[in-house]
Nanobody, 128 residues
Framework: QVQLVESGGGSVEAGGSLRLSCVVS?????????MGWFRQPAGKDSEAVAG???????TYTDSVKGRFTVSKDNAKNILYLQMNSLKPDDTAMYYC?????????????????????RGQGTQVTVSS
């Protein structure tokens, strides 16, 4: 059984930092698979924020480039999202997700593909 459990969300002031963690169990991160982070502001659609493939190649949506960093610890099966210089527009529920089908891990592809596994989410609130 695959499980993804996020933690690390919270409330911060603009300019602050948070590190989200996603503990992954039961999932095989094999070649060609993509894992990543999505966010969904209240009342809006979900969007892909950052992705990482099995080789460690990363992708980011334009609005977070230079501020967010996605990484994973393969030994501990943890996916991270380091978020710096946070802005009020970053306020959202953040989810980690893992795909089963194989595709090139890019933001446009992540927004098109249905990810088989997703966590329950962790709320990030950034105040101005």
């Amino acid at each position: 059984q695959v499980q993804l459990v996020e933690s690390g969300g919270g409330s911060v002031e603009a300019g602050g930092s948070l590190r989200l963690s996603c503990v992954v169990s039961g999932y095989t991160d094999s070649s060609g698979r993509c894992m990543g982070w999505f966010r969904q502001p209240a009342g809006k659609d979900s969007e892909a924020v950052a992705g990482i493939d099995s080789e460690g190649n990363t992708t980011y949506t334009d609005s977070v480039k230079g501020r967010f960093t996605v990484s994973k610890d393969n030994a501990k099966n943890i996916l991270y999202l380091q978020m710096n210089s946070l802005k009020p527009d970053d306020t959202a529920m953040y989810y980690c997700a893992a795909a089963v089908n194989r595709f090139r891990c890019t933001i446009p592809a992540m927004n098109r593909v249905s990810f088989r596994y997703r966590g329950q989410g962790t709320q990030v609130t950034v105040s101005s």
